[in-house]
């Protein structure tokens, strides 16, 4: 048999492997820098909110969506929360926010309130940092950023692109 027939053969017989999805290209944001964000600052968590309820009643909301669910945890008095929040807000993120996530605040208090969400996470004893951001595929409801959960803890050390360009990545 010719080497040519042995290889399409071969070709033929292997399975086809499923394409990896294409990554999200995140939306430009206008703004150079933090400091241009519009002031003030979100308060983006809500002390008295039941944590429990909003955390499932979002995960509903994104099965049904097809969008991932972002759990963002943190406090009011963290200002890299607060910065996160200001880009999510942008004008530029919404759309692309709304289109790939559905989002839900918890307010961790000072790491001693609704810790119950992280640790149904596998997230045991305190955060590392905040803002702690699950990102959760609503139909495994598996944390698809693990290891990653604290990694804009200091966001203030990014631009507003740098974290849309992290938020994309996981879209």
Same mark, same amino acid.
């Given at each position: ?15 086809? =492997? ?7 290209? *995140?939306?430009?944001?206008? &703004?150079?820098?933090?400091? @241009? ?7 983006? /968590?809500?002390?008295? %909110?039941?944590?429990?309820? %909003?955390?499932? %009643?979002?995960? !509903? $909301? ?8 972002? &759990? ?12 996160? %929040? ?14 790939? /996530? ?5 307010? &961790?208090?000072?790491?001693?309130? #609704? ?16 803002? !702690? =951001? =699950? &990102? ?5 409801? $598996?944390?698809? #950023? ?11 050390? =990014?631009?507003? @692109? ?5 938020? *994309?990545?996981?879209?």
């Amino acid at each position: 048999m010719p080497r040519s027939l042995l290889l399409a053969a071969a070709l033929v017989a292997v399975p086809t =492997l499923p394409l990896a999805a294409a990554p999200v290209a *995140a939306p430009r944001v206008p &703004i150079a820098t933090l400091n @241009q964000l519009p002031q003030p600052l979100p308060l983006p /968590y809500d002390a008295a %909110a039941d944590a429990r309820s %909003a955390v499932a %009643a979002a995960k !509903a $909301r994104a099965l049904k969506g097809h969008r991932k669910l972002l &759990i963002d945890m943190g406090g009011n008095w963290c200002l890299d929360c607060r910065l996160l %929040a200001g880009v999510m807000e942008l004008p530029a993120m919404r759309g692309f926010m709304a289109r790939h /996530y559905e989002v839900v605040t918890v307010d &961790i208090g000072r790491f001693d309130k #609704n810790l119950d969400v992280p640790a149904r996470y596998g997230i045991k004893g305190r955060l590392a940092g905040v803002p !702690a =951001l =699950l &990102i959760v595929d609503p139909k495994t409801d $598996r944390v698809v #950023n693990a290891g990653r959960e604290t990694a804009l803890a200091d966001a203030r050390s =990014l631009t507003p @692109q740098g974290l849309a360009d992290w938020l *994309a990545q996981w879209a």
